[in-house]
């Protein structure tokens, strides 16, 4: 099992940056790929990006590719969210979460196995 802890998250005013973080604890980090979703108040969960187990493969949602990069340190146990552009719609708390098994990406909420409590990020006009 592995537990998922984020952070960074914050208030900014649009057209600003947060690096949200992920820290991960547990038996073999290295074999989860792992994931960004994000979830506005009333919404559902919402794909944001993914990344399989070396770092070197990734996938975007349309509405995070260009503005959003997602990288790993296995040797920090740590997935990092870079957000930049920021906009008002971008407000969500945003969960980290960690996949068994294959090295895929995935993009569904169902394909991964454990979650963080969430980071809220916050984006004023």
């Known amino acids: 099992q592995v537990q998922l802890v984020e952070s960074g998250g914050g208030l900014v005013q649009a057209g600003g940056s947060l690096r949200l973080s992920c820290v991960a604890s547990g038996r073999t980090f290295r074999r989860y790929a792992m994931g960004w979703f994000r979830q506005a108040p009333g919404k559902e969960h919402e794909f944001v990006a993914a990344i399989n187990w070396s770092g070197g493969n990734t996938a975007y949602a349309d509405s995070s590719k260009g503005r959003f990069t997602i990288s790993r340190d296995n040797a920090k146990n740590t997935v990092y969210l870079q957000v930049n552009s920021l906009q008002p719609e971008d407000t969500a708390v945003y969960y980290c979460?960690?996949?068994?098994?294959?090295?895929?990406?995935?993009?569904?909420?169902?394909?991964?196995?454990?979650w963080g409590q969430g980071t809220q990020v916050t984006v004023s006009s």
């Open positions: 979460a960690a996949g068994r098994g294959r090295d895929t990406l995935r993009a569904r909420r169902y394909e991964y196995d454990y």
